[in-house]
């Protein structure tokens, strides 16, 4: 999967709590979860974010905190489709995988993304390029059975692709 697009940049131990808030938990449709995704730190975020063509980087831990599958679903229903980090919780990690999201780490290369800045991106070569500054990083590339999760939008629609 190839992608390109602006960044949203956000630190260390980003916690489930804080990419979908508690108080939003009522309901499980993607839609819903999308419009508060990241409100408590960032209010411009699901306003503003351009399904498709934007990008999330966090730091390291990304996705610690409790184990609610409500926020990868947030994170990707907000049109994201790659999140990079330092390092992944690994409950978020498996539950990203899980809806098809991709997760791509990095390590301490993450510091030198910015917020605004516009990466290019191949999941299945683990490649990063930052078309802001030239930089280029290697993440480890999703095994091909995990690039088809993400291909097929998710686990269970790739167990459904295989019947």
């Not at 995704?37 to 063509?53: H, L, P, Q, W």
């Amino acid at each position: 999967m190839k992608i390109e697009g602006k960044v949203w940049r956000y630190g260390d131990n980003i916690d489930t709590d804080v990419i979908i808030p508690a108080r939003y938990l009522n309901t499980f449709d993607p839609a819903e979860l999308a419009k508060h995704c990241m409100v408590d730190i960032d209010e411009t975020f699901a306003a503003n974010v351009k399904a498709g063509d934007d990008v999330m980087v966090g730091g390291k831990n990304f996705g610690c905190g409790s184990s609610r599958e409500h926020a990868p679903v947030a994170i990707k229903a907000s049109g994201i489709p790659v999140v990079i980090a330092a390092s992944f919780a690994r409950i978020f990690y498996r539950n990203g995988i899980n809806i098809g999201l991709p997760l791509l780490e990095i390590g301490d290369d993450v510091e030198k993304i910015s917020a605004d800045d516009v990466l290019k991106i191949d999941t299945s070569t683990g490649t990063i390029e930052n078309l802001t500054t030239g930089d280029i990083f290697k993440a480890q590339p999703l095994p091909p059975f995990v690039q088809g999760i993400a291909d097929a939008g998710g686990l269970i629609n790739y167990i459904k692709s295989k019947k």
